[in-house]
């Protein structure tokens, strides 16, 4: 798959388009351009170095929101094995815009849920752009008192813009499952670690997310609104969607300072969208090192270090 630049990558992608010729002239059996390629390389790949070495809060955001960074069922490839996919919230219907189920991570058996966004038009809208509904969040919270059940540790993967604001998920309580489904996490039995791994949106993310172990790739983003939603309501205009999100502190790096976050994942350079298997194998092995030092700690211990902790946000 051709990769998208983004605008500010621009610089980079100019480089490659001249990589690109240089290669097919190359090829040509033409002159020798070996020495001025790898010249050209290593200028790509310092410049793209030097940029994401400095990217503002808003910058950070397109980062997060690239479509080919990679999404749930990506992470499930390839992280997870012995996925048992389960469906349905037992009260209205099925949600694609969350999955979930057991899986085996590095040879430990977990409740695997998470935000599946899509990769192309059909998967978007089949997953509704990973806006989770109601039935969406109650699957999570029946997930999650399996998890309890079966003395699983429960691992989440959040990547949504937010809940989906539509009449329907309003007519089935959409207020009520994302409320319900932050309270479920904060009273498992068992251990839970939050990952955001693309957007973390408002309460659609805080409802898989209060955990007490929360992660977050180097250019995620977690906020309580999207950055043009805050723009529109302080400004009315969503131009000022830069300045929002500078303001908002929407970095995992603004937010590990404040405390609402606890360890920052480490992205390929240039992004989790440029080799994502190596972006996935940093997370799980993140992942796994957060389980083991949470595995034996006791119910009312693990209860407590989730309250203290949302507690002490703002403080």
Known sequence: MMLTFLDFEKPVAQLQAQIADLRAANAGDQIDMGDELAKLEAKSAQLLKDIYASLSPWQKTQVARHPQRPHFRDYLLHAFTDFMPLGG????????????????????????????????????????????????YRKAIRLMDLAGRFGL??????????????IEAEERGQAEAIARST??????????????????????????ASAERVLMLEHAVYSVISPEGCASILWRTAEKAPDAAEAMKVTAQDLKELGVIDRIV?????????????????????????????AGKDVAALQNQRADRYLAIGA
């Not at 590095?106 to 990973?130: A, P, S």
């Not at 479920?184 to 898989?208: D, H, R």
């Open 153 to 166: 540790p429960v691992v989440t993967l959040v990547d949504t813009s937010g809940a989906f604001p539509g």
């Open 183 to 208: 309270e479920a996490c904060l009273a498992l039995p068992v251990p839970m670690v939050a990952t955001i791994v693309g957007e973390g949106g408002s309460g659609g993310a805080v409802a898989l």
């Open 266 to 294: 480490p992205e390929p350079v240039g992004g989790a969208h440029r080799d994502p298997e190596l972006a996935i194998r940093y997370l799980a092995d993140t992942i796994d090192d957060e389980l083991s030092q949470l």
């Open 89 to 136: 919230d037992r009260y209205f219907g099925e949600d694609e815009a969350i999955l979930g189920g057991f899986a085996t991570l590095r040879g430990r058996q977990v409740m695997l849920i998470g935000h599946e966004k899509g990769h192309d038009t059909q998967t978007r809208l089949r997953h509704n752009f990973g806006m989770g509904k109601p039935e969406g």
